[in-house]
């Protein structure tokens, strides 16, 4: 029993249905060596994204499209707010940084409308003082986000860009981010999280950054 999708290379280029909307994974039971005949309807990229409503929650500050020397790009950066930061204002708060950022919050900019949730989830925890309140800090991914998830060479993937990545949040984003706000920025209250590729770059970054970072989060990470 099988189930897939048709694309032309990636998610960006999947098969949608003939009103562009998203479709359920096709089925097929092999029973004998067989053909099947697939008609794609349209794709992806040939139909326009619908504006979906924002679901952010609390305190969220966007600050643009950030350039990295070290990469040579520019990606979205937002940052969620603990309940009490504006109250508590001598209060120092550790920081989780997120992978794949435009997932992390916002339905609004996240990959197919589904979001991590991580604003409501953060809210919930510490209201119910599951866990410390935190800053979380949510950087998107870029076109080169296989390379720079990856730190070994890979067919797919080019160049591996794992390094630079790495560098950009260490030493471009995170003293940004320790001079714009509250933090407590020693390695022991400074997470970073991710899943699939942004797993494995977090698992990585627990040995190449573990001077940053004291608190890895891989999430189903993509390991060989």
């Known amino acids: 029993a099988l189930e897939y999708k048709i694309t032309r290379g990636s998610w960006e ?5 003939p009103r562009g909307e998203e479709i359920a994974n096709r089925r097929l039971v092999v029973a004998s060596a067989e053909s099947v005949h697939v008609q794609v309807a349209t794709w992806r990229d040939a139909t326009p994204e619908p504006r979906r409503a924002s ?3 609390g305190d969220v500050h966007h600050l643009g499209r950030v350039h990295s020397p070290a990469l040579g790009n520019d990606r979205d950066v937002w940052v969620w707010l603990p309940p009490s930061y504006a109250q508590s204002v001598a209060r120092r708060y550790p920081v989780i940084y997120f992978h794949d950022g435009q997932n992390v919050f916002d339905a609004a900019t996240a990959f197919i409308g589904i ?10 925890l510490t209201a119910a003082r599951a866990m410390r309140e935190a800053i979380a800090v949510a950087v998107a991914n870029t076109p080169q986000r296989m390379a720079e998830y990856t730190q070994a060479p890979d067919s797919r993937a080019g160049a591996p860009r794992a390094d630079l990545y790495l560098k950009f949040l260490v030493e471009e984003l995170k003293p940004r981010i320790d001079a714009a ?9 400074t997470a970073l999280v991710g899943s699939s590729l942004g797993g494995l770059v977090s698992l990585y970054a627990g040995v190449a950054a573990w001077q940053t970072f004291g608190l890895i989060g891989g999430v189903s990470p993509v390991v060989g």
């Open 55 to 57: 679901t952010l929650t």
């Open 13 to 17: 280029t999947v098969e949608k249905g």
């Open 115 to 124: 979001e991590w949730g991580a604003d409501e989830t953060l809210g919930r």
């Open 181 to 189: 706000y509250r933090t407590l920025p020693g390695r022991e209250h």
